[in-house]
């Protein structure tokens, strides 16, 4: 399914020489570009009037259901310029189903595949410039979401919902060189229960999290680990990442999809790359208690979090109000940093796309 898309073109886009000078230096989420893609749904006409407009304030009525109810999902993908200057993505159809497993999960319609890949490919036909240059990790990142954009106050899923692109430009998540994080253990609050929205990208799960956030702002940390909501016992993820632990054989584990953890592209991308390498990897359940143990006799050596955003994070030690786990001031892992090197490689075309996954925006 292609639908042609209207174009509306910004009246007044972001003279260049502003735009170049954002771009020296972007900060996440600080500045869009000068387009938003649209498209909408209506429970008896299906999606329609897809269009790319001036960036802009959405005009909401105060009764439409997302800001009552928080029937909302969203998506994160970048765009990567490459030395030659064409504009890639990377496996934006996992992004695609992931949101249609998102949007089944809040009731919300289902983006077709299709339709999401030309979103991208539509923004990028008209705010290609904002694609920074190739250096220092920088890169466009998309938010594509969904909102339930019907005026009406009843409790049930929306009959309007409304599709939306908008893309920021960003700069490395490291500036200066790697430096593994801390990371805060929540021990009093979960993001996902069983059977609840821990696998749909959805805002709830993040505000879910900010409390916890906090928390751990006021000891240092920059993330947040959560546990099971059911025993505490569990690792899960952070707040936005996956977790993976390396361990003093070479071998690798990660929590496995159980139903309350976000199923990461580059979770998916890493475990691909760690078996091309000949290492054994297991997706399976992993104890607070064993990476208490194993970062404390030396078994576990590495630990690092990935996700879009910041691709791989080492991390250096783990906190909660009752215990420290790991070295202040530790360096990178080996194995983190050759995957985050390989991967991005990958990403900006420096690196064989083995496995097909970059997909060419323009
Ligand atoms: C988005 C997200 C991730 C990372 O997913 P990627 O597809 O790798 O960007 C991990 N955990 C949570 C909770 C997320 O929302």
Not at 1 to 18: C, K
Not at 274 to 298: F, Y
């Amino acid at each position: 399914m292609t639908i042609s898309f209207e174009r509306h073109l910004n009246p007044n886009p972001t003279p260049d020489a502003e735009r170049e000078e954002i771009l020296k230096a972007p900060v996440f989420g600080a500045k869009l570009t000068d387009h938003q893609v649209l498209i909408v749904w209506e429970k008896d006409k299906g999606w329609h009037s897809a269009q790319v407009i001036p960036y802009g304030p959405i005009m909401m009525d105060p009764s439409a259901a997302v800001l009552h109810y928080g029937q909302e999902i969203f998506e994160g993908i970048k765009a990567y310029r490459h030395q030659d200057g064409s504009i890639w993505t990377f496996r934006p159809m996992e992004n695609a189903k992931r949101m249609q497993r998102s949007a089944k999960r809040l009731a919300l319609p289902e983006l077709p595949t299709e339709l999401f890949l030309q979103s991208l490919k539509e923004l990028i036909a008209v705010d290609g410039a904002w694609v920074p240059a190739p250096v220092d990790e920088k890169t466009l990142y998309f938010r594509p979401f969904e909102i339930a954009a019907e005026n009406f106050l009843g409790v049930r899923a929306a009959h309007r919902a409304e599709y939306r692109v908008i893309a920021s430009p960003v700069g490395p998540y490291f500036t200066g060189g790697l430096k593994p994080v801390k990371i805060w253990i929540a021990l009093d609050s979960a993001r996902a229960g069983r059977h609840g929205t821990g696998e749909a990208k959805t805002g709830g799960n993040y505000a879910a999290s900010l409390q916890a956030q906090n928390e751990g702002y006021e000891h240092g940390c920059s993330q947040v680990m959560f546990l099971d909501a059911e025993s505490a016992t569990y690792i899960e993820e952070l707040g936005g990442m996956n977790l993976f632990f390396v361990y003093k054989d070479g071998s690798v584990t990660t929590p496995a999809l159980d139903g309350t953890i976000l199923h990461g592209i580059t979770r998916s991308s890493v475990i691909q790359l760690i078996k091309d390498r000949g290492l054994k990897l297991e997706e399976r359940k992993i104890t607070l208690e064993e990476v208490r143990q194993g970062m404390n006799a030396g078994d576990i050596v590495e630990v690092f979090a990935c996700g879009t955003a910041a691709v791989i994070t080492p991390v250096g030690q783990f906190l909660s109000k009752n215990e420290t786990l790991g070295q202040e001031n530790s360096e990178p892992g080996q194995l983190t940093a050759s995957l985050r090197e390989e991967l991005t490689g990958i990403q900006y075309g420096t690196v064989e796309d083995r496995h097909n996954w970059l997909v060419k925006l323009s």
